[in-house]
């Protein structure tokens, strides 16, 4: 393969924390490549690669949108399937993630329950990695391609009031757009319930705004981000009652009524209609929602195509 004169210096994608503006404006300025209409909507540029796809929680969008991506760029795609696999008869995720590479894997597209699984397969394994959501803990795609849904309607990112509202405590998708909206100039606010809000956030993003009163910012925010309780990972032990957070956080037409003409409504998806948002909300003509997903599939193969231009010695 061709290394161009200035690679993408990463050959793994493990969140958004280690990446550099540059980094992050590479890959938009990429997927806005893919996305124009010029650009035929397959190619051929990874066809001697092979990627498997390692999902160990439920995906719809992620996981379908990097499949996509993948055959896309015309790479050999396999898609791992745990319910009959030999971790059932106890194979450690090591041995399998060491198995499924020596069958000649050029990268594994992990997501994982257990925060930090990427970045360990990363120092066992030697092909690339990219982490489709670990945890609590990062979900790099989601956040650029939230990024990217910003930047094609309001034309820029730098200066943006955007609000993350909801399971702040247990989100990814919060802490990977904390992470890359505070690196490109935006100003966010987190809103949630105080169980759901760790004051030591304030420590990881001076910057960002911490706050558990939604109705008082919601006259000056560009963005809504409205976020799922993710009862999964016990959140509804830390809220009252489903009908006391609905009355504090639920985005609804009431609300909404009180933001500015312009703000936008985003979900990373799976949404609870009736619970952070309403279904009026999600069809309203200022939801981005499913612009979102369909932005995902050019966001990631930038991704991929980026990580293999990377230099072997990265
Ligand atoms: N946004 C997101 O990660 O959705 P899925 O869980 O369906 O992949």
């Given amino acids: 393969m061709n290394i161009p004169t200035n690679p993408f210096p990463h050959r793994n994608l493990l969140g958004i924390e280690s990446l550099t503006r540059e980094d992050i404006y590479q890959i938009l300025d990429l997927a ?26 439920d995906s719809t969008r992620t996981r379908t949108s990097f499949e996509i991506a993948e055959k896309r760029l015309g790479a050999h795609v396999v898609n791992f399937d745990v319910e009959s696999s030999s971790s059932k008869k106890g194979e450690s995720f090591l041995d399998t993630a060491l198995n499924l590479e020596a069958t000649g894997a050029d990268m594994m597209v992990i997501r994982h329950s257990a925060p930090g699984v990427p970045d360990f397969l990363s120092r066992h394994l030697h092909c690339r990695i990219v982490n489709a959501g670990d945890g609590s803990h990062e979900h790099p795609t989601q956040a650029l391609l939230d990024a990217y849904t910003l930047r094609e309607h309001f034309g820029k990112i730098e200066g943006l009031r955007v609000a993350i509202v909801g399971d702040i405590r247990n989100s990814r998708v919060a802490r990977s757009n904390a992470w890359l909206l505070t690196k490109l100039g935006a100003h966010v606010s987190l809103v949630a319930p105080p169980t759901l809000l760790p004051k030591e956030l304030q420590s990881t993003w001076p910057e960002a705004h911490l ?62 209609h009736g619970v952070e948002l309403t279904s009026e909300i999600f069809n309203h003509p200022r939801s981005l929602i499913l612009k979102q997903v369909a932005f995902g599939v050019s966001v990631r193969m930038a991704v991929l195509q980026l990580l293999f231009t990377a230099s072997e010695k990265y």
């Fill in 32 to 57: 806005k490549h893919l996305d124009s209409s010029n650009e035929p909507k397959f190619s051929h540029l990874l066809n001697d690669r092979l990627i498997i796809n390692l999902f160990l929680e």
């Fill in 211 to 272: 706050t558990s009163d939604l109705d008082n910012i919601l006259p000056d925010q560009d963005a809504f981000i409205m976020l799922r309780i993710q009862t999964e990972r016990g959140t509804n032990t830390l809220i009252p009652t489903r009908k006391e957070y609905v009355e504090f956080y639920q985005m609804n037409t009431e609300r909404f009524a009180r933001t500015k003409n312009t703000s936008v409504i985003m979900h990373p998806g799976p949404v609870n």
